[in-house]
């Protein structure tokens, strides 16, 4: 679930909340908005891919034309725990495992996709655009958002962030055993505003800029080029 729809549940029970307030329910106030995001929280999953032991490797030149690869691995939380606690049996298992592949390939970026396992599934992905043609990417899904950019018009200026996992699925999404691990890489021959990368260098005239992801909870990668 992200900010949005947090928002959303709140505007939703807004009513309700200020009459349990104005009865002096305010610890029960709480429980019930935990409860409500508990419950939520296995639908916002069903249709999420968490990367793992990953490389992105991304070059943009300064007209917008950029080149972008993912290799690695996609996890989809539901199926693993289907899986572990055995609500999930072969039929079933097979069953989204189709669903998954038919809807990772309707992106033609997608050059190889397989499935290993427990939830887990090996993609290829590359593409190549313009960021100032297109305004915008994200990659895989807006409700995956492994890695996103954005052309700023008024600023001239394109944004470059990789996804995070809210904090309140982080006990869950460990304890199925998830851990995000892998490597980022942006080359660019434009102005770097700003940055969080582990490491900047420049060579022959090229911004390079890398993030090694170790943990869940590490800072979200981020850079301003322009």
């Not at 200020?18 to 935990?34: E, I, Q, T």
């Not at 419950?39 to 916002?44: A, G, I, R, S, Y």
């Not at 050059?111 to 305004?135: A, C, H, P, W």
Request: with cysteine; charged share 25%; glycine share 8%.
């Amino acid at each position: 679930m992200n900010d949005r729809q947090s928002k959303l549940i709140s505007t939703w029970l807004t009513p309700f909340y200020r009459d349990l307030s104005s009865l002096g329910g305010k610890v029960a106030l709480r429980r019930l908005r935990s409860f409500l995001l508990a419950l939520l929280m296995p639908v916002v999953l069903v249709g999420c891919y968490l990367p793992e032991a990953f490389t992105i490797d991304l070059s943009m030149e300064r007209n917008g034309d950029y080149r972008l690869s993912y290799r690695g691995l996609l996890v989809q939380p539901t199926i693993t725990e289907g899986l572990l606690d055995g609500t999930l049996d072969a039929d079933a298992e097979k069953e989204k495992v189709a669903v998954v592949l038919a809807d990772l390939k309707r992106d033609s970026g997608v050059r190889q996709l397989t499935y290993n396992g427990r939830g887990v599934f090996n993609i290829v992905y590359e593409r190549r655009s313009n960021i100032m043609r297109d305004k915008s990417f994200v990659f895989v899904r807006r409700n995956s958002r492994i890695l996103e950019m954005f052309f700023y018009t008024d600023s001239n200026t394109v944004e470059i962030r990789g996804g995070f996992v809210p904090d309140r699925y982080e006990e869950r999404l460990t304890a199925l055993g998830y851990q995000m691990t892998g490597k980022i890489e942006v080359r660019t021959s434009a102005g770097i505003r700003s940055h969080n990368a582990d490491e900047f260098t420049k060579v022959g005239g090229q911004n390079r800029l890398r993030w090694e992801i170790k943990s869940i909870t590490d800072p979200v990668p981020n850079v301003i080029i322009g």
